[in-house]
């Protein structure tokens, strides 16, 4: 088993914002883990941050606590 940490992009944004943002849309990391033969197990909620628009990147000083999303 392993765990997946990364900074959430804005639904539906696929790997558009992962160069200038630094973030990813969490559906794509789901599809890439299964696509290599893993199975999904469930994401938690213990990183995420409402107040976090995804219109920054993650490294901005207005972005406080990005939101991250984790997947095991």
């Known amino acids: 088993m392993f765990l997946i940490v990364d900074h959430a992009a804005a639904a539906g ?3 558009r914002d992962t160069d200038t943002l630094h973030r990813i849309d969490p559906a794509i990391v789901k599809a890439q883990v299964i696509a290599a033969g893993f199975r999904y197990v469930g994401a938690m909620d213990v ?9 920054k990147a ?3 000083p207005a972005v406080r606590g990005p939101d991250r999303f984790s997947s095991s």
Do not use: E, Q, R
């Open 47 to 55: 990183l995420k941050n409402p107040a976090d628009d995804h219109s």
């Open 13 to 15: 944004s696929g790997m």
């Open 58 to 60: 993650v490294f901005d």
